[in-house]
């Protein structure tokens, strides 16, 4: 059973940044790809990036192309997501998501980043 625990939210200033982290527990055999995704307050869960488990394919939604990275260390099972000039429309709970290249069927339990002067 693949488990997801993510860490690195909090509180920044507009034009900020964050790196968040997602660990992942030793059951990666079934892991195709990586990704990240947010829901803000009242708001849908919507895809933020999502990176292969080999690192070879990246992919961004357009909102945070330019200023967020996804990478990923197979060494340390973790997943990263570095924001970088960051808005008070990144508000929201970003959750790591891990799949097998059908369906992200394994989610941690998100991390709280609020962008706020």
């Known amino acids: 059973q693949v488990q997801l625990v993510e860490s690195g939210g909090g509180l920044v200033q507009p034009g900020g940044s964050l790196r968040l982290s997602c660990a992942i527990s030793?059951?990666?055999?079934?892991?195709?790809?990586m990704g990240w995704f947010r829901q803000a307050p009242g708001k849908e869960r919507r895809f933020v990036a999502d990176i292969t488990w080999n690192g070879r394919y990246i992919n961004y939604a357009s909102s945070v192309n330019g200023r967020f990275t996804i990478s990923i260390d197979n060494a340390k099972n973790t997943v990263y997501l570095q924001m970088n000039s960051l808005k008070p429309e990144d508000t929201a709970v970003y959750y790591c998501?891990?799949?097998?290249?059908?369906?992200?069927?394994?989610w941690g339990r998100g991390a709280q980043v609020t962008v706020s002067s």
């Open positions: 998501a891990a799949s097998d290249g059908q369906s992200y069927d394994h």
């Open positions: 030793d059951s990666t055999f079934s892991i195709n790809t």
